[in-house]
């Protein structure tokens, strides 16, 4: 790796930092009063370089620059006192990885978690989770999705607001924590993918500016500010430094993928564009020994990232998270039709219909809640599996001022039928942690900053609300919590007592059943689903979709996704392998009602 500290096997450490902004650095080695002062040596295009036989694994260390600011180092492996203090020196070799056979799973066994390490036990670390990996086992799923562990500031944070993306944050535990995480999950044939940020740096500890400056582009900007410099002169050293963080965390935590966090985000006007340099650089590295996956968050539903070669794998990245599916979801069992719901209000079994066939729901079509502009490509051609459908994500149940899970805000009967309609698609399903018990705590937007920071955080985020009608009254905006109370974090932990509750219960029993289901029936065929699948809706919220696959069977949908019963909804042939309702037959379907049929080549 280019940048960072790198033990070397004569015994000494060399350290590199990219600084065009900077006329001097020193390596500042040791803590305490009277730390080692190295001068490193300048060479051409910004790099300082200097070899030391004075570091060992441990080491604490930093960056002087221009014998003023002392800062973190950019390619940390591990920062044991949060993001500004120094840096530690960590052997990368030094874990004995017992996982030696593992080649991954292929992506059509693929079963999603998404858990945010905090939270998700009382614990809130690397250990709490590997605690419950036999759990997940037991549900059925087969891939953990981790939400960002890079080191962000303070003890608590969702994980995108990083900012030294090579280093597991401290409050989680060490990197070898992490190491053995992974290495238990694949213990149990499970895969680990992470959620990585390559859009932009959190607002707390981001020092590039004071020796990097053309890490960022100032004619551009983000949501979150100056956006970085992928395509402008230097772009190449920051494509380099997310490319090489890619790698990293495939290669020395042996991650079997990563998920990119909105790249629609990422301005990026180069040819052939950083995601497929990313996915080039993986396949050939990586890739081409074992399975790794890169999944994708795009507003923009790029179906071109998605594209598949001659042997159906995919060319760039493997699959798309698909808020289309997701939103229509939302509208037809919670009734909600404002913000981005606008968009599907009118249409939501259709989109519903189209986002189940075609991946995408909008493919070119114009949207309301983007001022009319054009969204989308075409995505029908694209295999079931190129995308990953949901009905919550960190972002769908904490973008809301309350955190509402999808349980919270939909009556029982819709919310089952939408279950049992994804976790038996040929859609890669994503469950998001405690959806499976429909667990009582809310996820609620968290951080941990201080002073004016705190301030900007908390009244922002309730301005932000004060767009919807039930929070524009002032009074009730001061209720939305705050981010950066500790009670807010505490009360987004899962209670895991629930799971043995009524009402709790009942929910984890039908998802193992559902999963149950797939492991048998769907993931055995699902390597051969094809593209251009059916979908039709009947005027009375029928919805019957029908797949493909490569040995001639198909699959087939059939659902009634209304409060009001169906006569004459038809179904085609096949074997039922799941029926919501007993007494569905002879066309007739009651409310909420879902039945699936395999249909097998004659």
Same mark, same amino acid.
């Given at each position: 790796?280019?940048? *960072?500290?790198?033990?070397?096997?004569?015994?000494?450490?060399?350290?590199?930092?990219?600084?065009?902004?900077?006329?001097?650095?020193?390596?500042?080695? *040791?803590?305490?009063?009277?730390?080692?002062?190295?001068?490193?040596?300048?060479?051409?295009?910004?790099?300082?370089?200097?070899?030391?036989?004075?570091?060992?694994?441990?080491?604490?260390?930093?960056?002087?620059?221009?014998?003023?600011?002392?800062?973190?180092?950019?390619?940390?492996?591990?920062?044991?006192?949060?993001?500004?203090?120094?840096?530690?020196?960590?052997?990368?070799?030094?874990?004995?990885?017992?996982?030696?056979?593992?080649?991954?799973?292929?992506?059509?066994?693929?079963?999603?978690?998404?858990?945010?390490?905090?939270?998700?036990? *009382?614990?809130?670390?690397?250990?709490?989770?590997?605690?419950?990996?036999?759990?997940?086992?037991?549900?059925? =799923?087969?891939?953990?999705?981790?939400?960002?562990?890079?080191?962000?500031?303070?003890?608590?944070?969702?994980?995108?607001?990083?900012?030294?993306?090579?280093?597991?944050?401290?409050?989680?535990?060490?990197?070898?924590?992490?190491?053995?995480?992974?290495?238990?999950?694949?213990?149990?044939?499970?895969?680990?993918?992470?959620?990585?940020?390559?859009?932009?740096?959190?607002?707390?500890?981001?020092?590039?500016? =004071?020796?990097?400056?053309?890490?960022?582009?100032?004619?551009?900007?983000?949501?979150?500010?100056?956006?970085?410099?992928?395509?402008?002169?230097?772009?190449?050293?920051?494509?380099?430094?997310?490319?090489?963080?890619?790698?990293?965390?495939?290669?020395?935590?042996?991650?079997?993928?990563?998920?990119?966090?909105?790249?629609?985000?990422?301005?990026?006007?180069?040819?052939?564009?950083?995601?497929?340099?990313?996915?080039?650089?993986?396949?050939?590295?990586?890739?081409?020994?074992?399975? =790794?996956?890169?999944?994708?968050?795009?507003?923009?539903?790029?179906?071109?990232?998605?594209?598949?070669?001659?042997?159906?794998?995919?060319?760039?990245?493997?699959?798309?998270?698909?808020?289309?599916?997701?939103?229509?979801?939302?509208?037809?069992?919670?009734?909600?039709?404002?913000?981005?719901?606008?968009?599907? !209000?009118?249409?939501?079994?259709?989109?519903?219909?189209?986002?189940?066939?075609?991946?995408?729901?909008?493919?070119?079509?114009?949207?309301?809640?983007?001022?009319?502009?054009?969204?989308?490509?075409?995505?029908?051609?694209?295999?079931?599996?190129?995308?990953?459908?949901?009905?919550?994500?960190?972002?769908?149940?904490?973008?809301?001022?309350?955190?509402?899970?999808?349980?919270?805000?939909?009556?029982?009967?819709?919310?089952?039928?939408?279950?049992?309609?994804?976790?038996?698609?040929?859609?890669?399903?994503?469950?998001?942690?405690?959806?499976?018990?429909?667990?009582?705590?809310?996820?609620?937007?968290?951080?941990?900053?201080?002073?004016?920071?705190?301030?900007?955080?908390?009244? *922002?985020?309730?301005?932000?609300?004060?767009?919807?009608?039930?929070?524009?009254?002032?009074?009730?905006?001061?209720?939305?919590?705050?981010?950066?109370?500790?009670?807010?974090?505490?009360?987004?932990?899962?209670?895991?007592?629930?799971?043995?509750?009524?009402?709790?219960?009942?929910?984890?029993?039908?998802?193992?059943?559902?999963?149950?289901?797939?492991?048998?029936?769907?993931?055995?065929?699902?390597?051969?689903?094809?593209?251009?699948?059916?979908?039709?809706?009947?005027?009375?919220?029928?919805?019957?979709?029908?797949?493909?696959?490569?040995?001639?069977?198909?699959?087939?949908?059939?659902?009634?996704?209304?409060?009001?019963?169906?006569?004459?909804?038809?179904?085609? !042939?096949?074997?039922?392998?799941?029926?919501?309702?007993?007494?569905?037959?002879?066309?007739? !379907?009651?409310?909420?009602?879902?039945?699936?049929?395999?249909?097998?080549?004659?």
């Amino acid at each position: 790796m280019p940048f *960072g500290a790198e033990l070397r096997e004569d015994g000494n450490t060399r350290f590199r930092l990219w600084a065009p902004g900077a006329r001097t650095v020193e390596l500042k080695l *040791g803590l305490g009063a009277s730390p080692r002062l190295l001068p490193m040596q300048a060479s051409t295009d910004g790099w300082f370089e200097v070899i030391s036989p004075h570091a060992r694994a441990g080491t604490r260390y930093a960056f002087r620059i221009d014998e003023k600011a002392s800062v973190p180092d950019p390619a940390s492996r591990y920062n044991p006192d949060d993001i500004h203090a120094p840096s530690m020196v960590v052997d990368p070799r030094a874990f004995d990885w017992p996982d030696a056979g593992w080649r991954g799973r292929p992506w059509h066994e693929a079963v999603i978690y998404e858990l945010h390490i905090g939270t998700f036990t *009382g614990t809130g670390d690397f250990a709490g989770v590997e605690s419950r990996l036999d759990y997940l086992v037991n549900l059925g =799923v087969t891939a953990l999705e981790l939400m960002p562990v890079a080191d962000f500031p303070g003890k608590r944070n969702w994980g995108y607001d990083g900012v030294l993306p090579f280093a597991p944050d401290a409050s989680y535990g060490t990197p070898d924590q992490l190491k053995r995480l992974i290495a238990a999950a694949h213990a149990r044939g499970l895969m680990v993918i992470m959620d990585v940020v390559y859009n932009h740096f959190g607002p707390d500890g981001n020092y590039l500016h =004071v020796y990097a400056p053309q890490f960022f582009n100032p004619e551009l900007h983000t949501p979150w500010g100056a956006a970085l410099n992928f395509d402008a002169e230097h772009g190449e050293k920051v494509r380099s430094f997310f490319l090489h963080n890619a790698l990293y965390w495939i290669e020395e935590f042996h991650l079997d993928g990563l998920r990119l966090d909105a790249v629609h985000a990422i301005i990026d006007r180069s040819k052939p564009g950083f995601i497929a340099e990313l996915g080039a650089a993986v396949r050939r590295g990586p890739g081409a020994r074992r399975q =790794v996956h890169l999944i994708l968050e795009n507003d923009k539903n790029e179906a071109h990232h998605l594209e598949r070669g001659i042997d159906s794998l995919p060319l760039r990245a493997t699959g798309q998270w698909n808020d289309d599916l997701h939103h229509a979801v939302h509208v037809l069992t919670t009734k909600e039709r404002d913000g981005y719901y606008i968009d599907y !209000a009118e249409r939501p079994l259709w989109f519903l219909g189209r986002s189940l066939a075609e991946g995408f729901g909008f493919q070119g079509e114009a949207s309301t809640t983007r001022d009319g502009e054009l969204r989308g490509e075409p995505s029908g051609h694209l295999p079931a599996s190129a995308f990953i459908s949901f009905l919550q994500t960190h972002d769908q149940v904490g973008n809301r001022a309350l955190g509402e899970r999808i349980g919270m805000l939909s009556p029982p009967a819709p919310l089952r039928a939408m279950t049992a309609a994804l976790l038996l698609s040929p859609h890669i399903p994503m469950l998001f942690m405690g959806e499976e018990f429909n667990a009582s705590s809310p996820f609620l937007f968290f951080c941990d900053f201080h002073d004016e920071l705190a301030d900007a955080v908390r009244e *922002g985020r309730r301005a932000e609300f004060g767009r919807f009608e039930k929070f524009r009254d002032p009074a009730v905006r001061e209720a939305i919590p705050d981010p950066n109370a500790l009670r807010t974090f505490e009360r987004s932990r899962l209670v895991w007592s629930e799971t043995g509750e009524p009402g709790h219960k009942d929910w984890l029993e039908l998802y193992r059943e559902l999963l149950q289901l797939r492991a048998t029936h769907l993931m055995p065929r699902l390597a051969g689903v094809l593209g251009n699948a059916a979908f039709d809706v009947t005027a009375e919220d029928g919805l019957r979709v029908s797949w493909g696959f490569h040995d001639g069977a198909k699959l087939h949908l059939v659902g009634n996704f209304s409060d009001a019963a169906i006569d004459g909804l038809v179904r085609p !042939a096949g074997r039922v392998i799941y029926a919501s309702h007993a007494e569905e037959q002879g066309g007739h !379907a009651p409310p909420w009602s879902v039945v699936w049929l395999l249909e097998e080549r004659a």
